[in-house]
């Protein structure tokens, strides 16, 4: 059985028993510790029972629903970014690693 989900405007293909990293945007809270231990998402696309047979959403399926353990808090790889200006002795480089939250998928109801 799987699905695929809409999570903050990506789409993912998902199945129990994956483990993958999502987005955790700046509105989210990112620096605090208080995510919860569940997560459930609500916008799935479609859901598939493994057999052949599919359930297609317009644009969701109705009733269906992912549920997720939270694992932990991680930082992406570090994304360098450099900023020169020829002849005039101006250089800038820094740095960025994006946080993402490892879950693991837990069931799928459709």
Not at 67 to 81: F, H, P, Q, S, Y
């Given at each position: 059985m799987y699905a695929v989900i809409e999570d903050r405007g990506t789409q993912i293909k998902v199945s129990e028993g994956d483990v993958l990293d999502i987005d955790v945007m700046a509105g989210d809270d990112a620096k605090d510790d208080k995510q919860?231990?569940?997560l459930t998402f609500?916008?799935?696309?479609?859901?598939?029972?493994?057999?052949?047979?599919?359930t297609v959403g317009?644009?969701?399926?109705?009733?269906?629903?992912?549920?997720?353990?939270?694992?932990?808090?991680?930082?992406?790889?570090?994304?360098?970014?450099?900023?020169y200006k020829r002849r005039k002795g101006q250089k800038k480089k820094s740095g960025h690693?994006?946080?993402?939250?490892r879950v693991k998928i837990t069931g799928i109801k459709g």
């Open positions: 919860p231990a569940k609500d916008k799935v696309l479609l859901v598939s029972d493994g057999s052949g047979k599919a317009t644009p969701y399926v109705k009733g269906a629903s992912v549920t997720a353990d939270v694992l932990d808090r991680i930082l992406g790889d570090k994304t360098i970014a450099v900023m690693r994006q946080p993402y939250l």
